[in-house]
């Protein structure tokens, strides 16, 4: 391979770092109207009048109720149930009610103050296990969204030959994705009365469905377009779908475009956040460390509408059981709805909280036995041939012991273990691990959408340019996909365009979620790259008297027998000259997928694995934890682009560091109170520790060059490699994250560890 | 067939309508500049200097001269001779010299008086025949752009043997497009380094490679989006890669967007015309009528720069002998340099100077033998089976004899043959005719780039959206091309989208030109809906056990033997659910053309052809004409939509009315001084004739539903029927276009045909 492999510069990297990079906040249409929301402040409640006061009439100024809603008032997703304006009654502390629209900005606030709303406030439930047994309706009989379940083996036979059981209650925190950019949308109406719409988003084709749901118009009048999307980590998949109704909805009754940004304050009070998560979690093991039955009951915070809940825990509740070979399992999830913000997608998208849980018995059990706790994961983690606990056989790309292996050695883990922790003063190290699986793509639940389209088109200069339906938003999909397209037709890099994603360009691709952007888009790339390649090689193998087979297009030249023989854009010229289709769709459907709940399934169609190893030391005088160095070693299946993988790796640490120490949504009376990064505090460079990044290669032959996806896994782990490495410094176990320094210092001082200081 | 065929209502028809439309000039971007072009005063003169005067390094003002183009200063079209600014010397007055920029459009004209040119005025040459003797260079060593000929048979033994010999010289003029809308385009530097392109345009491949080629970038990197335009007949072939250049040399050293609007006055100046023409005719025939000879030398004035004029003069070269079936044919045809505004493509294309000289000798054949002229064509036209003047034999879809009785017949001819021209008082009636055919597409000449791209995408809502590289520039073929897809899909028209046409959406689809985007993008509309139509026949089979031959898609249902079964969106919907691949690129290569000089060859894949008749009224003493009634019988293959068949033949016999009459570019010095509409006249609704339109359909085995291309044939051969009429009605011969009052009146004074007021 030429191009596949090798560390090219980012697509994007120059024209965002000068600044050139086009958001949707850069946009201005002639004519354009600013558009604001006016929220409910109630968790739960009725909505007796809403009246816009002297609004009304007023030339320019334009408002948008639930009753103005030509089409249908619920965003398609999986049941269909949130509605773009609250329908008469609001269900969270932050729910959109009416939205208006005037010519400038800065009317905006006066306007969302003048418009009134009378509410009824209703009894309001704010935690999910409460939430299951109260009167408080707010989904079904018991406010349950989603429940899967699954049982391998014997269960309650597994535990009673366990020599070893460790129980225990984990608990998670809301994650807010706090990208760059906040939410945004403009939406312009178009001369045949449909809609065009330009946002930050992961998942066009959900703004286009949802938005011809909204306004009752034809999905083939409704053009979505992507901007640069500054940062999105699930935050954009759902909710854009949101912030374009609202904004098409404006557009609609006034004709004319419609810009709607919202504030980073609204953005984390109303837009969806990682699920809070109750893991019960009892897991038993043989004396030698071999597991014997895991047991996991999972519980989501869904807030209150289903939104993407009920996939949400679906993959949680397949990743419940972490990486290893376990004969007896039992597994029972529930998604539950509460009157607090809707939770949807987040990096690793309902496995982070349950591998939290099962990371962190892990390490339970190596104490309890006194295994090195890498020693308990090389013992238990599954090999290709193994059966996944939820039914899944292993026939290949699985790289869990090797990435297990690579961090070990690399980190220095078996000097480090002993030596750490036996520091002077109060500061102490320690090091810790976790070991997770991630299944790639849409799986079963999501197969019906799992497939993509993308275009390729040469132009008789000799250079190309592709489309595809998925999305870059900032993981790096455009360059590694840009190298694909060069190394299947002989491009050099630099002679490959990336047209716009668009949702009329290719068929609906499905969202750009689940690490599946490589797989699908490269593999429809490669499809749409087949003909065209096929045309080359056959005109070249005419023009140079060879056969097809000894041609060869690399690097922007034929070549004959690995020597160039004439360059590719002659060859493409010539074929412009014969009037050859230099133009092609390709198309990929996902592999096979399988899922029942009871019996679960071939999950998803490949596993990605990764072993992270976390070094801290931690303040037994203040609690605060710092993390020192990450190791971080994930098995890619190929690194299309080695340095784009590195800096996912790196990424991904430092947001999952978040996770662990500081990202910390408060509420009151079920509404968020820190609203803004003054508050709601994440990590930024100088949290950031050493990180060291391993890439393990076990290629998977259905990926493009064996490529499966990857860009959520550098996230997953970070957080019980952080807390197992806090009780190898403290003796310390952190169930509840974050491990902030309060709640550090708190579980320091009920244990009795906290040094005071002493003066020499 | 359920919708092709039938009239339904234009796509673009009520957004036009209701001002909704979105023409360049509704465009705005963010940091926008508005651009202008200092023109050279002078027909030939060498730049010496060029002085920015107080404005060079001025904040937010930007300049280019020729030596600040980063790539090529030449537009990439046939010999890419017309550079984008003088290249040291200007050769015709109007020619761009200096580019300027800035942020607001008010600021143009004083910015364009600052900069100072200095000039040396070079001797000139205005007369294509002086230049072709003249020492004055601006072409090769005759200032000969092009030449083509062909002999038949033997045209010496040929007029021995006619009984008959007619000769003459006819001389046409420049014909202004007159769109409604001026040239504009706006550029849009791209942030990866490329730029978009956004304008009034036929041709947007063109454009992409000339903005390519002059900005040194890649062809996959520059974008080019058709925006509503406002009329075009040919002037926005080659011309709008003129203005595309210009904006995006400005936005190329400014990095910010750049908007080009004409005036009216400039772009009357400096955009190309119809070529004037000099046909020297001589036709020989037999006694009963029968053509024996025709020799032709057809001289086009084609100004400064070659620019289309080869292809214009190679399709007038073809078209020289009209639909006749000649045995002797003798032709040869010039296009020379003048240092006038070059000339290009204009609806008939080089064929409506030589019809004017050869329709006008029809008649005087018909004269001298005493012959009624619709008999004389009668007994020449050609039938199927013949072969044309130039050596192609006609296989099929040959209605021109259909066409010239039905003309006859509906026009009431023949009465008015004998009753016109005897009327009392200085008002005197004539009928005359014309019988015209036009070769389809690019023909031979052009074969290279005669292929179409199309996309066809259906939406999982059961709807469909499709684009294609040719454009609509109110010719309706947005209407035909959408029914077509609905017919091929089983579609409701309603159903069907139009998405923009943008470059990068299909590949190069060659010019919008020579009426061909019916059967072209038709085509391959079709080829792009086989394989969904395919798909969604198969799954129909299954859900409704019938084999798929029973199957038709149709009005929006899926009919079994003839009754509705399952409506068409819920068998979308179900191929959606099987995730199948529900968009297509198709893709469409005319069929064979040849040509040789000398032989000539099967010029072009199928032929259209015409009759007009028209009948006017002259007053002798003024020598106005007024045109009363023209009927127009046209061979369309089949009428996609019969509504805009008819609006297109209407739209043209007004026009070719213009060329006929009124329409006289008046050059001083070889600059046009009548540059705007009030001085350069064009019909009005006010002048506007009746029209009767004419229906014949002999289908094109190659077409579409059996269409071939119409859109440029009503206007061919107006002309020569109206002063046939004027003959007629006064027995004087107009050898020179326009036939205005003045110089009509010249003819009559000259043939003492004049009768003064006599008061009774």
Redesign the interface.
């Known amino acids: 391979m030429e191009i596949v492999g090798k560390s090219h510069r980012r ?2 990297a120059l ?2 770092a000068r600044g ?3 958001y949707v906040d ?5 004519h354009m109207l600013y558009a604001g929301v006016k929220r409910s402040p109630y968790p739960h409640a009725r909505i007796k009048k809403i009246d816009p006061g002297g609004l009304k009439g007023k030339r320019e100024i334009f408002f948008v109720s639930y009753e103005d809603i030509p089409g249908a008032n619920k965003l398609p997703i999986i049941f269909d149930d949130w509605p773009v304006l609250a329908p008469g009654v609001a269900r969270f502390a932050g729910e959109a009610v009416v939205l208006v629209a005037a010519p400038k900005k800065e009317m905006i606030p006066e306007l969302l103050d003048e418009i009134k709303v009378e509410y009824e406030p209703l009894e309001a439930v704010f935690d999910p296990e409460l939430s299951m047994k109260s009167k408080v309706r707010l989904f079904g009989d018991n406010n349950v969204f989603a429940s899967y379940y699954y049982d391998t083996g014997d269960i309650e036979k597994g535990f009673r030959e366990a020599d070893v059981i460790v129980e225990d209650t984990y608990r998670t925190p809301y994650q807010e994705h706090a990208y760059i950019e906040t939410q945004g949308m403009v939406a312009v109406p178009t ?4 809609m065009e719409i330009y946002g930050s988003m992961q998942c066009p084709f959900y703004v ?2 949802a938005v ?1 749901e909204v306004l009752g118009i ?4 409704v ?1 979505v377009v992507q901007m ?1 999307t500054g940062g999105a980590f699930g935050g954009k998949e759902d909710m854009p779908s949101q912030v374009a109704s609202q904004a098409a909805l404006l557009a609609y009754v006034s004709g004319r475009p419609v810009k709607l940004i919202y504030s980073r304050e609204e953005d984390i009070l109303s837009m969806s956040k990682r699920h809070p998560g109750i893991i019960k979690s009892r897991v038993g093991a043989k004396k030698d460390g071999t597991l014997i039955a895991v047991d996991t009951t999972y519980i989501l915070d869904s807030g209150a509408y289903a939104t993407l809940s009920p996939s949400v825990l679906w993959r949680g509740t397949v990743h419940a059981c972490g990486p290893y070979r376990v004969p007896n399992v039992r597994v029972r999830s529930y998604a539950v709805a509460t009157n607090k913000v809707p939770c949807g997608a987040y990096r690793g998208f309902g496995a982070p909280q349950v591998i939290f849980a099962m990371e962190s018995q892990m390490d339970r059990i190596a104490e309890e036995l006194g295994m090195d706790p890498a020693e308990l994961r090389e013992k238990n983690l599954v090999r290709e041939g193994d059966t996944m606990p939820f039914g899944h056989k292993l026939t290949g790309s699985v790289g869990a012991l090797e990435t297990l292996r690579k961090a070990v050695e690399k980190s220095g883990w078996k000097v480090k273990r002993k030596t750490y922790g036996k520091e002077e003063g109060f500061k102490k190290r320690g090091i810790g691990l976790a070991t997770i699986f991630y299944g790639v793509g849409l799986g079963a639940a999501g197969k ?1 959408l ?2 993509s ?1 993308a ?1 390729i ?5 000799g ?3 592709f ?1 595809v339906g998925t999305t870059e938003m900032g993981q790096g999909m455009k360059t590694a996909l840009a190298q694909i397209v060069a190394e299947e037709l002989g491009f050099r890099y630099e ?5 716009p994603v668009d949702t ?5 691709s499905g969202p750009t979620v689940a690490s599946r952007a490589t797989v699908m888009s490269g593999n429809a790339l490669r499809n749409a790259a087949k003909p065209l390649r096929e045309t080359l090689i056959k005109i070249a193998s005419e023009l140079l008297s060879v056969p097809p087979e000894k041609i060869e297009l690399k690097l922007g030249d034929v070549y004959v027998e690995g020597s160039p023989k004439m360059p590719l854009n002659k060859l493409i010229k010539e074929a ?2 014969r ?1 050859e ?5 390709g ?1 990929y ?1 996902a592999p096979h997928t399988s899922w029942e709940n009871k019996e679960g399934g071939e999950a998803y169609m490949v596993y990605a694995w990764a072993t992270k190893i976390a070094e801290v030391e931690v303040d037994l005088l203040t609690g605060e934890v710092k993390v020192l160095r990450i190791t971080s070693a994930h098995d890619v299946g190929k690194a299309v682009n080695p340095t784009l993988v590195e800096g996912q790796i790196e990424g991904g640490a430092v947001q999952g560091m978040g996770y662990a120490l500081m990202e910390d949504i408060l509420t009151e009376g079920g509404k968020i109170i820190n609203n803004n990064f003054s508050t709601y505090i994440i990590p930024t460079i100088v949290d950031a520790p050493e990180i060291i990044p391993i890439i393990v290669e076990r290629e998977f032959d259905k990926g493009p060059y064996g490529a499966k996806g990857f860009a959520e896994q550098p996230l997953m782990g970070i957080a019980p490699a952080i807390t197992n490495a806090i009780y190898h410094a403290t003796g310390v176990r952190i169930k509840e994250l974050p491990a902030t320094p309060e709640r550090v210092f708190e579980e320091l001082l009920k244990a009795g560890k906290v040094e005071l200081w002493k003066e020499k």
């Open positions: 697509y994007d024209y965002k050139k990079a086009v850069d946009l201005y249409f002639p001369p045949d009365g449909g286009q469905n011809a034809g999905m083939n009048k053009r640069e019906h799992d497939r389209g275009y088109q040469i132009t008789e200069d250079k190309v340019a489309a002679d490959v365009a990336i047209l009329s360009r290719v068929p609906d412009y000259r009037r289709h230099m133009a092609s769709q198309y459907v």
